[in-house]
């Protein structure tokens, strides 16, 4: 499975109303550490254990701000429409999917 781009108008959709868990990755472009991560998140969205989303905070800010995103990259996993984990920072993948339960 490939990354999907979240943006408000597909976040209820790939997000909210998804049968399968969803990670979501809140990143920028300009972000050292976000650039570290993204093979991280991409071999997880390659393993199809959960859905991956990508949401760019500077294209998506409304989005940020609704789930209290201060610094990136934060990685949130939903279930059942709802925020159950978050990390913040660059971690290894088997740090990430330990923190998460993935």
């Known amino acids: 499975m490939s990354e999907i ?3 408000k108008e597909n976040f209820e959709k790939e997000v909210l109303q ?3 868990p969803v990670l979501v990755d809140f990143w920028a ?6 650039r ?3 093979p991280v998140i991409e ?3 390659k393993e199809g254990k959960v859905k991956v989303g990508k949401i ?3 294209k998506e800010g409304e989005l940020a701000i609704k789930f209290g995103v ?3 990259p934060t990685v949130v996993l939903f279930e059942n429409g709802k925020s159950v984990k978050t990390t ?15």
């Open 29 to 34: 472009t300009w972000c050292g550490p976000c």
């Open 18 to 20: 998804s049968d399968v």
């Open 43 to 45: 071999e997880i969205a």
């Open 70 to 72: 201060m610094s990136i």
């Open 5 to 7: 781009v979240i943006t």
């Open 36 to 38: 570290m991560l993204a």
């Open 88 to 102: 913040v920072g660059y971690m290894s993948k088997e740090q990430l999917e330990s923190e998460l339960g993935i």
């Open 56 to 58: 760019d905070v500077d």
